[in-house]
């Protein structure tokens, strides 16, 4: 249960003064539903206003207030034209006070002649005149209150930063004085204030960068002590060891032999295994390295050893690749493998259920579908995750549970990970990486085209497909959008259709899973040449054949969003090519840098440090559109300088000081529960 304490701040905001149904919407907008939210919704800047008793040129470009007494009105002639009212300051100097469409009695109401006012706002010069736009008008008693630096707010649509100022103010008011968590020498090395004291300083002076690490930190520190506490209660509860002896594995014809990396991580994953507690392993890899062999010889050494695997993967089409995949790879091995996904109904779903029930399915594969409550096991010892970065530790968990010993996990992943976020998100897990390709598999040529070569690109298409071969076109938007230059999926699709006929297929995020499963394994089988398509092709079916990639906008993309992308087409033993068309004209230095490093390498490592350092964690883990939460304080910038230390603190409290049961325990519960990351404490409580 949340800690009293803390319930002042998880209120809605609807409790907060002012606050009613018609400003709660731009609030919820932003994402702001409590008083917490809130008060973890910090400055993205700041604006600094400088005092002045009368008004000088060289304050041009400076953000002033000043008393000013309004002199004249010269009203425009139509109600489109500006208002301007021209006041004098105390040495007699003039400036004009302009109001644009907001007709000439709110300037004359607000600015009545002869009657000082404060007046803050930015002094330009226009012609002849120095001027002040749209300035804030306040009494002098108001104008004492006014702040010499003003944090600035990201804002929606009804809300102001003035009014967004003062609802973070009440929250502010309302954050209690918590117990200390951090590490006492910790705490003293880097000078940082309290948790109260920070959070309260920073809405002061967003330049406040102690007070900002000192957030961050905590939030990484949360985050941490809870990995660590799943991993403690995982690895507290007696697995079951699992001792392959090999002859299912030894059975395999494979096309190949395996790269030392894969040889490496299964012999990681060997000895995992073999232990009571239960394995909890993240394996990295590029689209491509051989994570699906990785995971078949890991299911493999638990059959051998008795029990069942299942292999869950986020979307009906990759689940069913897979199973494709496994079932050619088994052929002549005595294993039973079946898939399961929420389009199995009937008697195939039967049959499914009490085959796993009964033992006779060694190996299920599938979506969510597969630890839903009427899904039960004989005896599952392994549970592979495909596609990490769309499951949360909740989903996780949910498929662990579905035996009676915590089955071993493997969790795979084709998004390359940096070091800092692979111990950020994936702290309670031991990480393995496949940074080898398996023989024949050729590197990428990459080519960076400006768009406005587009008919040079599609003639390039036309004879790429005549020879044979099949094509991708990835789109950023699925429609066409008036605040946005971005081709539309839609659009292109009908374009290309008038070239090339009905080769071309369609595939969007908006469409349904059967419409989508429906085009992609008709451009699987080669009835369709050309694939145009949004970022859903990021995961998707292995189609060999399909060669080529144009990427329209690649400016517009991540760097680990486009080299997943590319690894699309680098599925078969051939030459394969991607064209990056960037926007014509100008490139700004960030993207210029961007798209020279994805020609240079292939190295999805690589690639997604410099992305990290770019983008930010949410956006190479595909969390923004995942729904898995980000970090809402901790920057890039402040996981790569702090998480080290915040997971050997988080290590320490478990390991040294008692975990949540001593008395620094009971301070960093409260800070679980501050930062949500309390579903480790239900799970502790639980396990």
């Not at 009613?20 to 409590?34: F, I, Q, Y």
């Not at 800047?45 to 002045?52: E, F």
């Not at 009427?374 to 530790?393: I, P, T």
């Amino acid at each position: 249960m949340r800690p009293d304490i803390l319930n002042p701040l998880f209120t809605e905001v609807e409790a907060l003064k002012g606050v009613g149904p018609t400003l709660a919407k731009p609030l919820a907008r932003l994402g702001l539903a409590r008083a917490i939210d809130l008060l973890f919704h910090l400055p993205t800047g700041w604006v600094d206003r400088k005092a002045v008793n009368e008004l000088d040129e060289g304050d041009v470009g400076q953000i002033v207030t000043v008393t000013l007494t309004p002199s004249e009105y010269r009203m425009g002639g139509s109600p489109r034209a500006p208002s301007r009212v021209v006041a004098l300051d105390p040495a007699g100097n003039a400036v004009s006070l302009v109001f644009f469409g907001s007709g000439s009695g709110y300037a004359t109401k607000l600015l009545p002649l002869g009657e000082p006012r404060a007046i803050s706002g930015k002094l330009d010069r226009y012609d002849q005149w120095l001027q002040i736009v749209h300035p804030e008008v306040m009494t002098a008693e108001e104008a004492k209150g006014l702040p010499a630096r003003e944090a600035v707010y990201a804002l929606s649509e009804g809300l102001t930063n003035k009014r967004l100022a003062a609802l973070v103010a009440q929250a502010v008011a309302r954050a209690p004085v918590l117990p200390e968590w951090i590490e006492p020498s910790l705490l003293a090395k880097h000078g940082w204030p309290s948790w109260a004291e920070a959070i309260a300083r920073i809405h002061a002076d967003p330049a406040d960068g102690k007070a900002r690490e000192r957030l961050a930190y905590d939030e990484l520190f949360a985050n941490q002590l809870a990995l660590m506490l799943v991993r403690a209660s995982s690895r507290a509860r007696r697995g079951l060891p699992l001792q392959g002896d090999g002859r299912l594995r030894a059975a395999l014809k494979l096309p190949y032999r395996p790269t030392g990396a894969q040889t490496r991580t299964v012999a990681e994953i060997e000895g995992d295994m073999a232990q009571s507690a239960p394995m909890l392993r993240l394996l990295q890899g590029d689209v491509g390295a051989g994570k699906t062999l990785v995971a078949l010889m890991a299911l493999l050494i638990a059959v051998e050893a008795g029990a069942q695997g299942a292999l869950l993967a986020p979307t009906e089409i990759l689940a069913r690749q897979h199973y494709d995949n496994l079932s050619r790879l088994l052929a002549g091995v005595p294993v039973n493998v079946a898939v399961l996904t929420g389009r199995d109904k009937g008697r195939t779903r039967e049959s499914t259920l009490m085959g796993l029930a009964d033992g006779s399915i060694h190996i299920l594969v599938g979506t969510h579908a597969i630890f839903q409550e009427s899904v039960s096991y004989k005896k599952l010892g392994l549970a592979v995750v495909d596609e990490q970065h769309r499951f949360g530790v909740a989903q996780r968990m949910l498929l662990t549970q579905k035996a009676e010993r915590p089955p071993h996990l493997l969790a795979m992943t084709a998004t390359p990970i940096p070091r800092t976020l692979t111990l950020s998100q994936y702290g309670e897990m031991d990480a393995s990486q496949l940074d080898e390709m398996p023989p024949g598999r050729q590197p990428i040529e990459t080519r960076v085209i400006s768009d406005d070569r587009l008919i040079e690109v599609v003639d390039g298409v036309a004879r790429h497909l005549a020879a044979g071969q099949q094509a991708y076109w990835v789109c950023p938007l699925v429609e066409d959008s008036e605040v946005s230059d971005l081709a539309a999926a839609e659009s292109r699709a009908a374009a290309l259709s008038s070239r090339f006929g009905g080769g071309v297929g369609l595939i969007h995020g908006r469409m349904k899973g059967p419409e989508k499963d429906a085009v992609m394994a008709a451009f699987q089988r080669g009835e369709l040449g050309l694939l145009v398509a949004t970022t859903v092709i990021e995961v998707g079916v292995d189609v060999p054949n399909a060669t080529l990639m144009v990427i329209e906008h690649a400016d517009r993309f991540g760097l680990a969003q486009l080299h997943q992308l590319r690894g699309r087409v680098g599925r078969g033993e051939g030459r394969s090519i991607c064209l990056l068309l960037r926007t014509a004209g100008g490139l700004s230095e960030t993207a210029r840098a961007r798209l020279a490093l994805l020609r240079e390498t292939n190295d999805g490592f690589r690639i997604a440090e410099e992305d990290l350092r770019l983008r930010g964690a949410g956006e190479i883990l595909g969390t923004r559109q995942s729904g898995e939460a980000a970090f809402k304080l901790a920057t890039p910038e402040h996981s790569a300088a702090l998480i080290e230390s915040a997971t050997q603190d988080a290590r320490l409290l478990v390991d040294r000081d008692g975990g949540l049961a001593g008395p620094r325990g009971q301070a960093a519960r409260t800070a679980l529960y501050l930062f949500e990351r309390d579903a480790a404490v239900a799970l502790i409580r639980s396990g």
